[in-house]
């Protein structure tokens, strides 16, 4: 009796599916063009309380590859990533004008909270720019000059922090890595592209 009760479900379920078609014509897929590869924007800056001053990345990296910072003021990791980088400011391996910080969470950090994560006067100050893009900030296509379709976080591969990318003067992301805590294996790499 269970036995013909199971096959009648199966066969009762069997026929209440749908069918199946390889195309269907409810569902049309929009093209969508990748993300730009040579991207900039302009962005007010930390210390800046007027917000009269922005950074306009493409000028930025105009001299030279720039390593990208992606931070945030609770992020341990960006923390001590600040401060390894600082070090290699400090003994002349980097210079100050091929790193940038870029705040990655406007949207729930204000610029006062990361002011006082990475200001003059915080426990990890930076001696390079840090920029304070909004979420709605606009992406510029390099290779075309338009406005990009894609958010400034999508533009650079969303994300998350700490993510150290390089930037070369094209305005082209040319290394990435999201590893979360310094290593000197990394600012070895970091130097070598640099330098």
Known sequence: MKIAFFFSLIIIVGSLSGCV???SGLIESEEISPAPERISFSSPIMGDDSNNTALDLQEYVSEGPVLLIWVAAGCRGCHSWTDMISEEVESGNITNSSVL????YSSFESPSYVEES???NSSNP???TLALPQENTPVINLDTGQESQYSIYDSFGNPSTP???IMDETGKLIW???T???TSEIIDEIKNILN
């Open 21 to 23: 078609e390889e195309k």
């Open 101 to 104: 910080s870029i705040h990655r």
């Open 118 to 120: 990475y200001g003059k």
């Open 126 to 128: 930076v001696s390079w």
């Open 163 to 165: 993510t150290l990318q």
């Open 176 to 178: 990435s890595s999201k």
């Open 180 to 182: 979360y805590w310094p």
